[in-house]
């Protein structure tokens, strides 16, 4: 298990957040990432408000992921912590397919576009996430003494790149489709 302690941002000029990350970061690479998220039929995570759990299928080149994923609050709404269990797959399909056959239900599909940069103890990441738009998340590498204090320098982080962004608690891509084609119904 691997806990991630990150925070997500909606961006209003990608152009201009990714020419400020480049002058303090270091550009990685560009991946394309389709996750698919399934649901018990006895307990449809998303019924919460907000999820505190997730199962996901990352079909991504070279490199599929099967991830459950556990997440922490703190006590006004902010998302703290992710507790993360993934194993790279081989065949995602026929994962995708044994999910069905036992009644598990695909609930919502994230495709999105995303740039990765290095910067000190951070992963910053570019994303354009169809049917949403970009978004910037920024997440520490490792634990620096405390969640709060890992959290806080994310912030610290956030704040010196000089951007406009918005921050809501209602973040996570699954949770804003879900909303999304909810409201649509």
């Not at 199962?55 to 006004?76: A, G, P, Q, V, W």
């Not at 609930?107 to 970009?134: M, S």
Request: positive net charge.
């Amino acid at each position: 298990m691997k806990q991630e302690v990150e925070i997500q941002v909606k961006i209003k000029n990608p152009s201009e957040v990714e020419k400020n990350i480049r002058k303090i970061g270091k550009f990685r690479n560009i991946k394309k990432q389709i996750d698919k998220y399934f649901v018990l039929p006895q307990r449809n995570f998303f019924s919460k408000n907000p999820p505190i759990e997730y199962l996901r299928i990352r079909y991504e080149k070279n490199k599929n992921h099967l991830n459950y994923s556990f997440l922490h609050f703190d006590e006004s709404g902010w998302l703290k912590a992710t507790d993360e269990y993934e194993t790279i797959i081989e065949k995602p399909e026929t994962v995708e397919k044994i999910f069905k056959k036992i009644g598990l239900i695909l609930t919502v599909t994230v495709a999105k576009e995303r740039k990765y940069f290095d910067y000190g103890n951070f992963e910053i990441t570019l994303d354009k996430v169809k049917g949403l738009g970009n978004f910037m998340e920024i997440e520490a590498k490792k634990n620096l003494s405390s969640l709060k204090k890992t959290r806080e320098s994310c912030f610290k982080l956030l704040k010196s790149l000089r951007i406009e962004y918005i921050l809501t608690k209602d973040s996570g891509y699954p949770r804003l489709l879900y909303q999304k084609l909810k409201s649509k119904k």
